[in-house]
């Protein structure tokens, strides 16, 4: 069968969903090859007049042409498919019901795993079915750098680049439709300059002419464009650049701000802890149940240590002194004696004490003599009577009493002032 128009979309209608039919199409195409840009054009118009289950056959059959093109290593399909593939699979997969739109995705997802296009179109193919996802519900996979149809959701864009992500969709595009053209039209340019070919008749090169002029303007268009997209690109590109720049130069001087506190607390803590340590290795003050320092009269009124407890001696408890005093103290020299012997007597007798037998009032002689001797003197620990406290005692009696001897001198003195204060109490009776 010649290639004609109607020859195309007739093999497109006859068009099924066994895998017979798909190659048997296949094949017919592929052999018009030369057709290819045709072939694509008749193929769009069809898919988008189909309803959903004939445009996944249509799909079908694009993807055995592309892949045997990749075989055998002849792009003449490819090219002319990179243009519309994504449009097509956009027209195909919006619309259609669930099972369809799985399958789809596998078909892409082949494309993507077989690298049958370029990059950019694998790229735009998905971009255009994930702009259909967000529209139709809330979900969100990753537009670029992944798959979009291993089942498995990705994290969806940032706020932040969202508004590039038409931009980028746009960029895309324009790069497929340049992708085509421009070889398209590099290859009629090289074989209308060929010298080594003979030149058509005029009729011929006019209408070759013609279609080149054709082809180049297709392609400068496409490149055109690309460059308005690109520049619409970089343009926002560059505006989140020079925001994330604004909160780098904030961002470096709150970092500066906090590290300067930082020191200076760290320099404080470190202050304060010396505190605290000097101040237990400090001596303890001992404390009473409310809390003051302890004084004591024994240290003159300073805080007492511990090691005071240890150096100062207590206090000597007020005992009675059992040392009688010295006998001028009972008799004072000069003094006139007006008592009467009894009052005198009672005068000069020492008081009781628990410790010894009350003494006799004396008659004379040496009966007031043994009256008047000292008795023993008992010494207890720590009194003004022990040790150092009687001998300082015994050197003061010897000091005041230089001539009170002992033995018959003795006697006889007592003597003569017993008789003396007799008659001096007789006199005064008198």
Do not use: C
């Amino acid at each position: 069968m010649a290639y004609t128009d109607d020859a195309v979309k007739a093999k497109l209608s006859a068009l099924n969903e066994t895998q017979e039919s798909i190659v048997t199409v296949a094949q017919w195409v592929m052999f018009h090859r030369r057709h290819a840009d045709r072939t694509g054009t008749l193929w769009l118009q069809r898919l988008k007049d189909s309803g959903s289950n004939k445009r996944l056959n249509l799909v079908y059959l694009a993807n055995e042409v592309a892949q045997q093109s990749k075989a055998r290593r002849k792009d003449d399909f490819l090219i002319a498919f990179s243009p519309i593939i994504a449009e097509a699979t956009a027209i195909a997969y919006k619309g259609a019901t669930n099972e369809v739109q799985q399958k789809l995705r596998r078909v892409v997802e082949v494309w993507r795993q077989r690298q049958i296009f370029e990059p950019t179109i694998q790229e735009a193919i998905e971009a255009r079915i994930d702009e259909l996802d967000k529209t139709r519900s809330s979900s969100k996979k990753p537009l670029l750098g992944g798959s979009l149809f291993s089942g498995s959701s990705g994290p969806s864009a940032p706020s932040e680049i969202e508004p590039l992500v038409p931009l980028q969709i746009a960029v895309s595009k324009a790069a497929a439709t340049t992708l085509s053209a421009v070889p398209t039209a590099d290859s009629e340019y090289d074989k209308l300059t060929d010298q080594s070919k003979p030149t058509p008749t005029p009729p011929v090169h006019a209408a070759r002419l013609s279609a080149l002029l054709k082809n180049l303007a297709n392609a400068e268009g496409a490149v055109s464009e690309s460059i308005k997209a690109r520049r619409r690109l970089i343009a926002g590109l560059e505006s989140i650049i020079e925001t994330n720049r604004a909160a780098l130069v904030s961002e470096e001087a709150q970092k500066e701000t906090l590290m300067t506190r930082k020191n200076v607390i760290e320099a404080k803590k470190r202050d304060v802890e010396d505190g605290i340590m000097r101040g237990l290795s400090a001596p303890s003050t001992p404390v009473v149940a409310h809390g003051s320092p302890i004084s004591d009269p024994r240290t003159n009124g300073r805080v007492m240590s511990p090691n005071d407890n240890a150096s100062v001696e207590p206090e000597r408890p007020d005992v009675e002194e059992l040392t009688p005093p010295p006998p001028e103290s009972r008799t004072p020299a000069g003094s006139p004696v007006t008592a009467t012997p009894a009052a005198l007597l009672t005068h000069v007798q020492p008081t009781p004490s628990p410790h010894h037998a009350p003494i006799a009032p004396p008659t004379a002689g040496a009966d007031l003599l043994s009256s008047l001797s000292m008795p023993p003197v008992r010494h207890y620990p720590g009194t003004p009577g022990s040790a150092g406290g009687g001998m300082a005692k015994k050197r003061k009696v010897d000091d005041d009493y230089p001539d009170f001897g002992s033995g018959e001198d003795a006697m006889a003195d007592l003597d003569d002032d017993v008789a003396e204060l007799l008659r001096a109490e007789s006199g005064g009776a008198r």
